[in-house]
């Protein structure tokens, strides 16, 4: 069992830790827009930060199911039922890969690619209200350091799979 001693230890090393605040943050941003766009007159109502997770990984061109279950880091049945709500909100389709036709990919829809359009300017418009908040200046030091650690993390991560 925990003692308050381990408590304050951990809460210490967390607020320390800029790693843990970035995840911490990732996390509040996804809440924080799936909750908005729940709130829409025409929101969907049954979307989750699950199923926002599975939008960045996707390519335009559509993505092997394998490939994105490995993009997201879980089982390839977990990411087939994300697939399957995000096709029953008529965001995504299973079509044939043109490059295996025993294979699928899972491609955008018309309502997707709009919906993703719609997301990023949700994103836009939440990036505007912290920049009110935390200022231009902090918010532009964000957005020249972030691309480098995103880079600096890929690197790192390719270097773990070599």
Request: glycine residues 4%; aromatic residues 2%; charged residues 30%.
């Amino acid at each position: 069992m925990a003692t308050n001693e381990d408590a304050r230890a951990v809460a210490q090393a967390k607020r320390k830790n800029t790693a843990h605040s970035l995840l911490r943050a990732a996390r509040l941003l996804n809440e924080l827009a799936v909750a908005r766009v729940r709130r829409r007159p025409n929101g969907e109502s049954r979307l989750r930060p699950s199923h926002t997770a599975v939008l960045p990984h996707l390519d335009l061109d559509g993505t092997r199911l394998t490939v994105l279950a490995e993009r997201l880091g879980v089982s390839k049945q977990a990411t087939s039922e994300l697939v399957t709500d995000l096709e029953s909100f008529g965001m995504v389709e299973r079509r044939p890969d043109p490059s295996d036709g025993r294979a699928k990919r899972v491609c955008f829809t018309a309502l997707g690619r709009k919906a993703l359009l719609d997301g990023l300017a949700l994103l836009q418009s939440i990036e505007d209200e912290l920049r009110q908040e935390l200022g231009a200046r902090d918010m532009a030091a964000l957005a020249r350091v972030l691309p480098k650690v995103e880079e600096v993390l890929a690197r790192r991560l390719q270097e773990q799979d070599l």
